[in-house]
């Protein structure tokens, strides 16, 4: 697989193993840095509902009780997307999220500033689909399930063969029996 893009955890066919650890470092830090967005975000939200709710008033229309539940919304799926649990489904939700900010609160886009922020918006989305394509690195929680679940798989198959294997030793032990006593 040549290219500039590799999945973390891919073998390295050029048998450079600094550039697969790169690649996992880069990742795993990435994903951190952008679930710190929204984790001090909605740190922010969940400690100031108020100000949060007067906020929402003043920039839209939607009703300021979502003030909580978008604090803990953020302050949940950011920790989930940092230590890397459902992360595929954190990071779409956070990326449905962060465009929706966009719609709801950056809209004017002929301010600069507002143009600023919907842009910034705009980019950590980008990230949350790169999140999304790559972001199940080795050292997500997600990896660790499945890597569980895989194991077991295993012990369950291994036991399976095992039972199998003693029934058809007694099967041929019993046949041997019968034989012996003819």
């Known amino acids: 697989m040549s ?19 790169m690649a996992f470092l880069a990742s795993v ?11 001090i975000s909605g740190i922010t939200k969940v400690m100031n509902v108020s100000r949060t709710a007067e906020f929402i008033e003043s920039a839209t229309t939607l009703p300021t009780n979502i003030a909580l ?17 459902l992360t595929r489904i954190s990071s779409l939700l956070l990326f449905g ?31 949350l689909l790169m999140v999304f394509a790559y972001g199940q690195a080795r050292g ?26 003693g029934a058809e030793e007694a099967r041929a032990e019993a046949s041997r029996g019968t034989v012996a006593e003819d």
Not at 71 to 84: H, M, P, T
Not at 109 to 119: E, F, H, K, R
């Open 69 to 85: 539940p978008v604090g803990i919304f953020e302050l949940v799926f950011g920790v989930f997307l940092a230590i890397g649990f």
């Open 29 to 39: 830090l990435g994903r951190m840095l952008l679930a710190l967005i929204f984790i």
């Open 3 to 21: 290219g500039a893009f590799r999945a973390p955890g891919t073998l390295d066919e050029g048998g450079n193993g600094e550039t697969l650890e």
């Open 97 to 127: 999220f962060t465009l929706a900010t966009i719609f709801f609160f950056h809209n004017q886009v002929g301010d600069p500033q507002v143009l600023q922020a919907a842009l910034k918006n705009l980019a950590i989305a980008g990230g």
């Open 140 to 165: 997500s929680v997600d990896v660790w399930r499945e890597r569980d679940r895989s194991r077991r798989a295993e012990i369950r198959a291994a036991r399976a063969e095992g039972r199998e294997m």
